[in-house]
C-alpha cells in the first residue's frame, strides 16, 4: 500500500452568492490570500485561500445547518491573545475550547456558521 503524502486542501462552504461576506471575513479580517480558481471550477461558485502550503476551498452549498456540526478547521497561531481580541472585536464571540494537553485554543463560528478553531501551542 501507498501512504497517504499529506493533506491538499479541506473545504468549507457558504451559501450560494455569499462570497463576498466571505471574503471579507476570511481575507480582510484573517488575512487569508485568495488563490486563483482554475477557469474550468468558477462557474460553480465560491473561491480558494492559501495557508502556508496548503489551501481551503470555500465552496457554494445550500440548504446546510453549519451551526448543527462539530466539523471544523484549526488554525494554528502564535498569538492566541490578539485573536481572540480580534474576533471579540469584530462580534465574533470566542469560546474557550475544551482543554487538550499542550494548547490554548479557542473556537468560534465564522457569518456562515462553519464552526472555527484557533491554536497555539504551549
Known amino acids: 500500500m501507498t501512504p497517504?503524502?499529506?493533506?491538499?486542501?479541506a473545504q468549507i462552504t457558504i451559501p450560494p452568492g455569499a462570497e463576498s461576506e466571505a471574503r471579507q471575513f476570511y481575507c480582510d479580517l484573517l488575512g487569508l490570500?485568495?488563490?486563483e480558481k482554475p477557469d474550468s471550477l468558477k462557474p460553480r461558485g465560491g473561491f480558494w485561500l492559501q495557508l502556508g502550503d496548503q489551501q481551503i476551498h470555500v465552496g457554494v452549498e445550500d440548504g446546510v445547518d453549519r451551526h448543527a456540526?462539530?466539523?471544523h478547521l484549526a488554525y494554528e497561531v502564535s498569538d492566541l491573545?490578539?485573536?481572540r481580541a480580534l474576533l471579540t472585536e469584530h462580534g465574533f464571540?470566542?469560546?474557550d475550547g475544551?482543554?487538550?494537553p499542550g494548547y490554548s485554543r479557542v473556537e468560534?463560528?465564522?457569518?456562515f456558521g462553519n464552526r472555527l478553531e484557533f491554536i497555539q501551542p504551549i
Open 98 to 100: 475544551i482543554p487538550i
Open 81 to 83: 491573545k490578539f485573536w
Open 108 to 111: 468560534c463560528r465564522d457569518p
Open 4 to 9: 497517504i503524502i499529506r493533506l491538499n486542501h
Open 69 to 71: 456540526t462539530k466539523a
Open 93 to 95: 464571540m470566542p469560546e
Open 33 to 35: 490570500p485568495e488563490l
